[in-house]
């Protein structure tokens, strides 16, 4: 599959690396199809981008959780997975979304909506987890400077 992108110009994409948002993300219900794209090529990038199918503009910058919280437990209620069918714990993809302001020390991921991606079939969905300890506005920056400082 051919995927257009505002960021990173035309990019073939397998169709078996797509995945599919059955009610779409939160506030961008109506674009289904998004293929995760990496920075580098040896797809071992911090940052990554959760690009639509759909609309070459709507790409958002994604974040392995454990990367930045290594204790990160989202409590989910389990009707909010049904959508993606079942799968075991090592099966799951998460993600979390992440906010790049024009100052880049401002920045934030949401720990309170992360992605979950059922690597089987493919299927994901954004949920809100009941932690009362997530926020929504997680700083980062000092994160992954002092990864990269420990490199």
Do not use: H
């Not at 609309?55 to 997975?81: G, H, M, T, W």
């Not at 906010?99 to 809100?128: D, E, F, G, H, S």
């Amino acid at each position: 599959m051919l995927i257009n992108s505002k960021i990173f110009g035309e990019v073939e994409i397998a169709d078996d690396k797509v995945v599919e948002f059955e009610n779409g993300i939160i506030g961008f219900e109506a674009y289904k199809k998004y293929a995760l794209i990496y920075d580098s090529e040896n797809d071992d990038s911090t940052i990554m981008w959760l690009q639509s199918a759909d609309e070459s503009s709507l790409a958002f910058p994604v974040i392995n959780p454990f990367f930045i919280k290594q204790d990160y437990n989202p409590l989910i209620n389990d009707e909010l997975l049904e959508s993606i069918g079942k799968f075991n714990d090592d099966e799951a993809v998460v993600l979390l979304i992440a906010t790049v302001p024009q100052n880049i020390k401002n920045m934030t991921v949401n720990l309170k909506a992360p992605i979950i991606i059922n690597a089987n079939n493919r299927k994901a969905v954004q949920v809100i987890v009941e932690n009362e300890d997530y926020a929504v506005r997680y700083a980062i920056y000092d994160i992954l400077a002092a990864k990269k400082a420990g490199e």
